[in-house]
């Protein structure tokens, strides 16, 4: 209840401050837009499916790209982990390449794909492979050896060691890194999105740019914030507490 | 394989009163089963002929771990191996469970070289090795569910061994919700579902308190006799060994090599506390008490050396 009360106190502070500088009129409405103009906009945004289509579409991408992260991470990751020279080798490089923004790889995506939604997921899934391989291979080494030794000793051995035994054993020290790849993915499609004009929620927002509707740009700002904090905060705490209920405590401390 | 010594099980039921002619009596047909092993001396169930291992240490030196180890151990014997910490029995335990390879010699399952891990060899490690990720249950059921077996009877056979070991009630639980005891059971009702010939155990028993460890002592000993698995057990408590075993093998100290071997002819059941156990368990220690001292010197190689008097325990 008292953090309730606070989160309601904060946030009331936050938006009288904003209605109060917006009434000052110091700056010019389109420069800096009142709440309620914000509002309108959002309203207005869903009332024509404008953000429904916006979000639908967005998410697909977001899905997909990550999606395909997720997969060829994982099986990267542990080829890194359990082969010394993988390790030697593309250990450094996969840790030098998380250093460039994924938008760098823009205008190869476009060279390589050409103006489509393929260079798009191209974008996302460079923006999310790395930190989702990284993870994976740090959580195959934090992996007590002895679930892989009772996993071999019980019979189980290739894909199946990797499903039944390495996956669910490593899933505890990865899940940070998948919630990270999570946030890359999301940001690099938004960025991408804002290159390229195709729909999607960068696009609703480079829009609001063009057509000076400083509302528009920022109800979408909200719209991005709240989608993935949504995500963060419902998906992957709730994947967070189903381990810690199965393992019996907070397992990457 | 399995199918024979369930047989077995089956056809010679827990002999109550007297035990040691029961033992006999059951060891004779499993030896007997093997067709190839009916004319000369039966082969050993686990043979391990000449085994050496080395490996490099972080400096480059090359250490010898095990060093030309032989041991025969008959189907449904129950063998320990006690040995100072650093003489490398948990590692020879892995070696026949095909967890790792050695640099020379064989080991040998059924007078077949052992390749690899399989069901056949299951070991019990002393941190359990439960999955946290599943249900009492479904621990039990993994090796069965990597050999294919369907479910109907991986549910029957599951709920069979979960009362063998006296946790049927836990079925559902997290391992994380069990005690350490009930936990190390577990292990043991998983290991054997598997329906292994040989069961390994590492030190399963080390991290538990006396009381728990002395109730497990009991039950694995019911176990054996309900089963007629071949039990070989690793441990560094001396008389823990002579509490279980037929047989108690004494390694060396770095290099391990076996020092000397003790048949243990005491009535079953016993009990840590039996003053005969107490006593063979001595004559054990007095020879165990050089390659302690021995592994006490390498640990506090700093010039301080502590002896272990006669008459006190390791």
């Given at each position: 209840m008292k953090r309730a009360a606070r989160y309601v106190i904060f946030y009331a502070a936050l938006l009288a401050l904003w209605t109060l500088l917006a009434k000052l009129k110091i700056w010019p409405p389109y420069l800096f837009p009142t709440p309620w103009g914000v509002a309108e906009s959002l309203y207005a945004g869903f009332q024509d499916h404008t953000y429904w289509i916006a979000i639908r579409v967005s998410m697909q991408r977001v899905l997909i790209g990550y999606g395909i992260s997720v997969v060829l991470g994982m099986i990267l990751g542990l080829g890194v982990a359990s082969n010394k020279f993988l390790e030697d080798t593309m250990g450094g490089l996969l840790v030098s390449l998380q250093?460039?923004?994924?938008?760098?790889?823009w205008p190869l995506a476009l060279l390589w794909f050409?103006?489509?939604?393929n260079a798009i997921l191209f974008v996302v899934i460079m923006g999310s492979l790395l930190s989702v391989t990284l993870a994976m291979e740090d959580g195959r080494k934090q992996m007590p050896k002895i679930f892989g030794q009772a996993g071999r000793n019980l019979g189980a051995k290739g894909i199946k060691l990797f499903w039944y035994v390495l996956l669910p054993a490593s899933l505890p020290f990865i899940v940070s890194g998948l919630k990270q790849g999570w946030a890359f993915a999301w940001r690099s499609l938004i960025t991408a999105e804002m290159l390229y004009l195709s729909l999607g929620l960068g696009q609703v927002l480079m829009m609001g740019r063009d057509l000076n509707d400083m509302s528009a740009v920022i109800a979408v700002m909200l719209l991005i914030i709240a989608i993935g904090y949504i995500i963060d905060g419902v998906v992957f705490k709730a994947m967070e507490r189903h381990l810690q209920n199965k393992w019996g405590l907070a397992p990457a401390n | 394989m399995s199918t024979k010594a369930r047989a077995v099980s089956h056809q010679y039921?827990?002999?109550?009163?007297?035990?040691a002619p029961a033992r006999a009596a059951k060891l004779g047909p499993v030896c007997v089963g093997h067709s190839d092993a009916s004319q000369a001396a039966p082969i050993a169930k686990v043979g391990l002929n000449e085994i050496c291992l080395s490996y490099r240490t972080q400096t480059g030196e090359r250490l010898l771990a095990l060093d030309h180890i032989s041991l025969q151990v008959r189907a449904g014997e129950f063998v320990c191996i006690v040995g100072p910490s650093g003489c490398g029995k948990s590692t020879l335990l892995h070696l026949i469970a095909g967890l790792h390879s050695q640099t020379s010699g064989q080991v040998l399952v059924d007078g077949h070289p052992v390749q690899g891990p399989g069901t056949d060899r299951i070991l019990i490690f002393q941190e359990h090795g439960l999955f946290p990720w599943l249900t009492v249950a479904e621990n039990v059921e993994f090796g069965m569910k990597m050999k294919g077996v369907p479910r109907a009877e991986r549910i029957e056979k599951m709920r069979h061994y979960l009362r063998l070991v006296h946790l049927a009630k836990f079925e559902k639980s997290y391992i994380h919700q069990l005690s350490g005891g009930m936990k190390q059971r577990v292990a043991i009702a998983r290991a054997l579902a598997t329906e292994p010939d040989v069961l390994l155990m590492d030190?399963?028993?080390?991290?538990?308190d006396a009381q728990t460890r002395d109730l497990l002592h009991d039950e694995l000993e019911r176990i054996w006799n309900e089963t007629g698995r071949t039990i070989i057990f690793v441990t560094h408590n001396v008389r823990e060994a002579v509490r279980l075993g037929d047989r108690v093998v004494l390694l060396t100290f770095r290099?391990?090599?076996?020092k000397s071997e003790f048949p243990i002819s005491l009535a079953r059941p016993r009990s840590l506390e039996d003053p005969e156990v107490a006593l063979t368990a001595r004559e054990v220690l007095e020879e165990l008490r050089d390659e302690i001292n021995r592994s006490l010197e390498a640990e506090y190689a700093a010039g301080v050396k502590p002896h272990i008097a006669p008459g006190e325990e390791a």
């Open positions: 250093s460039l923004p994924s938008i760098c790889w050409g103006l489509n939604q | 039921p827990i002999p109550i009163e007297p035990r030190e399963p028993f080390a991290a538990l290099p391990g090599r076996v």
